[in-house]
């Protein structure tokens, strides 16, 4: 109406996660009016910013954007690498004395799988008897709770805290490995969860899942994880072993660092930012 250039910061596909969440039927009004919306930003915008590359593809396979294609930028989730980073390396006498410690951040309801994180963790114990879990989750411990004691998990080897952002980042630091594992639904390829990056940035290799966003791409391609492409009792074996002999690579949380600072660095996101408006500015 002004003939002002906008840039539609997508984030990702929000009509269809409130679908594959359940808030919306897929034949609802509010679902048709918000991709009415969507397509009209997608057609209209200067610039489309989106969290993952997996989403960019997806779009550019939209019919209506055949011919009208709109210039994609991507600018994944960001993270404080300053705070997010390792720390300092444990003496190898320290670690004789030091179970393994799988970490677990955040939500266990809606988009987590939390029943196949468990079975990760009990496949962990059966390969490293010791091993520990170590839970940062605030207003989900009963439920927490619960499924520890449906999955036969002695409550001895589970930790549960919470912690604000530094107090969760120290603790990131003396993990040996992270898991998370992300409902792979249709909306989920535009989404980059922010967990993976405060991980690798500590250093820590993490156990994720194929069909969420750039996810397994960067766990796989980078090496500084383990993608699950289903959930079966064989793929949970062999990944598990995967992950505990990533852990064991002498090198392993300097390339997690390296691919956090590649992939979700805010300096780099900031300074997307600021190109595309500077750039925005100069076109006539």
């Not at 589970?158 to 107090?167: P, S, Y």
């Not at 194929?210 to 959930?231: C, H, K, R």
Request: aromatic share 10%.
């Amino acid at each position: 109406m002004f003939g002002l250039k906008y840039i539609f910061d997508m984030r990702g596909f929000w009509a269809d996660e409130r679908v594959d969440g359940a808030l919306w039927p897929r034949d609802g009004r509010m679902y048709r009016v918000a991709k009415w919306f969507e397509r009209r930003f997608l057609l209209s915008a200067d610039r489309v910013v989106s969290l993952t590359n997996a989403a960019v593809e997806v779009m550019t396979s939209f019919p209506y954007l055949q011919g009208h294609m709109p210039h994609f930028e991507v600018i994944t989730t960001c993270t404080d690498l300053e705070l997010f980073k390792p720390g300092e390396t444990i003496a190898e006498n320290q670690k004789k004395y030091r179970p393994f410690t799988l970490g677990y951040v955040g939500s266990v309801g809606v988009w987590y799988l939390f029943d196949e994180t468990l079975k990760c963790f009990v496949e962990l114990q059966r390969q490293i008897p010791d091993a520990r879990l170590q839970i940062f989750n605030r207003g989900e411990h009963d439920y927490i709770h619960e499924q520890i004691a449906v999955h036969g998990i002695s409550e001895e080897s589970i930790r549960i805290e919470i912690a604000d952002h530094a107090g969760v980042a120290e603790a990131m630091q003396q993990m040996d490995a992270g898991v998370f594992i992300i409902k792979p639904a249709y909306s989920k390829l535009a989404s980059a969860p922010t967990k993976l990056g405060e991980f690798l940035g500590c250093g820590v290799p993490c156990m994720g899942n194929t069909n969420v966003g750039d996810m397994a791409d960067i766990l796989e391609g980078e090496q500084v994880g383990v993608a699950l492409d289903d959930f079966s009792e064989s793929d949970i074996k062999k990944g598990v072993a995967r992950l505990i002999d990533l852990t064991r690579e002498p090198d392993i949380r300097q390339r997690c660092r390296q691919a956090a600072l590649r992939h979700f660095s805010l300096e780099n996101g900031v300074a997307a930012y600021d190109r595309i408006y500077n750039e925005l500015q100069r076109e006539p």
